[in-house]
């Protein structure tokens, strides 16, 4: 992870961001990073209004990411935010089939441009998006990532990352969601206090 820098998303880095979902026909079909949200993605959904709405959030602060930088260009990101920001999920029916508390946070997907994959961009931006969740209070936070242990599956479907790269940052496995998805949660202390 040596040489990346970490930076919120946010109106003034919204350009950075931009920039490389662009560079990238509008990621995963012109999903802008919105599929976790409300308004999702799909049927009568255009890029365009994707993009439009992915800004409009930013600029209201209601979408959370840590884009991660080498060097002036940013080359991927990770995205959390509030249970209620981000309410869509992969595997919903099982993750409510055996929901007990909902978790104050959660991070729904990684993006890594393909120049820049198997370098550890995924694991400074969640290492980013941990520092940024404590730095904004703290709390229960969850995330579905993919085992993919003994497996070689793409980098480019590995959108939630994988267990590993979770569990080397504190997440414990609570329950798995399909053949090779499972949630993983942990506790992040607000900033300045220790981790219990």
């Not at 260009?73 to 409510?96: M, N, S």
């Not at 890594?112 to 980013?128: D, E, F, P, S």
């Not at 090779?180 to 981790?195: C, I, K, M, Y």
Request: aromatic share 10%.
């Amino acid at each position: 992870m040596t040489g990346f820098q970490v930076r919120a998303l946010d109106a003034s880095t919204w350009p950075d961001f931009a920039r490389l979902v662009e560079s990238q026909n509008g990621v995963w079909g012109g999903c802008w990073c919105m599929a976790f949200h409300e308004e999702g993605v799909g049927r009568g959904r255009t890029a365009a209004q994707n993009r439009a709405a992915k800004q409009e959030r930013v600029d209201q602060g209601r979408a959370h990411a840590a884009l991660v930088y080498d060097g002036p260009d940013c080359v991927g990101w990770c995205q959390f935010g509030p249970t209620a920001e981000l309410p869509r999920i992969k595997h919903g029916r099982a993750y409510r089939a055996g929901l007990g508390d909902l978790p104050d946070w959660r991070i729904t997907c990684f993006y890594v441009h393909k120049g820049h994959r198997r370098r550890g961009v995924a694991a400074a931006a969640l290492a980013g998006a941990l520092r940024e969740i404590a730095r904004l209070g703290g709390g229960t936070v969850e995330s579905y990532p993919e085992d993919a242990q003994g497996r070689t599956p793409s980098s480019s479907f590995l959108h939630n990352g994988t267990a590993a790269m979770f569990e080397s940052q504190g997440f414990r496995r609570a329950r798995q969601l399909g053949k090779h998805h499972w949630v993983l949660s942990r506790t992040v202390a607000p900033a300045g206090q220790p981790e219990t």
